[in-house]
Structure formats: structure tokens, C-alpha cells
């Protein structure tokens, strides 16, 4: 393993992408199933060309802009199955420091303070973006408009 696999592993770890899922969900609405929204939130936020998106989203930016340029949306199935476990590692770290909740109908709930110290200031700033985007739709039209069949 050479120095890059190591810096690597440093930025993809999950105590520094958790606090990325954490903002997510202080800015977002409780849903039913909204914990499914986790699988997505870093294969788009880690994803360069939905960076320069993100980073330009206001209040009128939609899922309908989002998935305006496919170029955005390339491998995003495979990038949702590559970050399976360590979104499952991040939504773990965040239970353990109560800085989630999970509801009956598998909702989830920003109760604690967000332990941004790991994370990038500029990432945590687009998830809450990508919350606003999400804000009025269900989980299942979400998936569904992204292309994403099943998880």
C-alpha cells in the first residue's frame, strides 16, 4: 500500500463521513423509510460531477435539476453498492454517539449535535443541500427517478 491508498483510506473513513450523514438529516424532514436516504447521500456527495452541482444548488434546485445532466448520475448503482459498508459503518457511529435516532417506521432523526471536526466544511454544506433537494418527496419517487431499482 502506498501513500495515496493511505490518504485514501483517511478521507473515506467513517468517522469522517458520518458527520456528512449527520447534517443531512438535521437539515431534512423526517420521512417514513427515510433511512434509505443514507445509501445515497455519500455516492453523490463523494461523486465530483454532483459536486460542482451541490455546490451551486439554491432553493430552486430540484431532483428534476439534478438529474437534468445524466452525466451526474453515471455508476451511480455501483457507487451505491461500493459505499454500502461504510455508510452502514458511518449510520452505526452516529447511533452509538446519539446523534441519530431511528423510528419505528425506519425514519431518521438528527437528535445531537453534529461532530463536524472530521468532517470538510464544504461537504457538509452540500449534504444539507442534497437534504433540501430531497425535502417534498417520498423515498421510493427518489430512488425511482434517480434510476435506482433496488438497494
Same mark, same amino acid.
Given at each position: 500500500m502506498g501513500a495515496t491508498d493511505h490518504i485514501f483510506t483517511l478521507h473515506r473513513t467513517p468517522f469522517a463521513l458520518a458527520p456528512l450523514l449527520?447534517?443531512?438529516y438535521d437539515e431534512?424532514?423526517?420521512k417514513e423509510k427515510g433511512?434509505?436516504?443514507s445509501y445515497l447521500i455519500l455516492p453523490l456527495l463523494l461523486y465530483p460531477p454532483m459536486q460542482k452541482f451541490l455546490k451551486g444548488a439554491n432553493k430552486r434546485s430540484t431532483l428534476r435539476t439534478l438529474c437534468n445532466d445524466h452525466r451526474r448520475l453515471i455508476g451511480l448503482d455501483a457507487?451505491?453498492?461500493d459505499?454500502?459498508?461504510l455508510t452502514n459503518a458511518a449510520l452505526l457511529i452516529l447511533l452509538a454517539e446519539k446523534g441519530v435516532e431511528v423510528g419505528e417506521d425506519m425514519s431518521l432523526t438528527s437528535i445531537g449535535k453534529i461532530c463536524s471536526g472530521n468532517a470538510h466544511a464544504d461537504l457538509l454544506k452540500m449534504s444539507k #443541500?442534497?437534504?433540501a433537494i430531497f425535502a417534498d418527496i417520498e423515498v421510493v419517487s427518489?430512488?425511482?427517478t434517480l434510476?435506482? #431499482?433496488s438497494l
Open positions: 449527520h447534517a443531512f431534512a424532514e423526517e433511512i434509505l436516504l457507487r451505491v453498492q459505499f454500502r459498508s #443541500k442534497l437534504a427518489i430512488y425511482r434510476g435506482l #431499482k
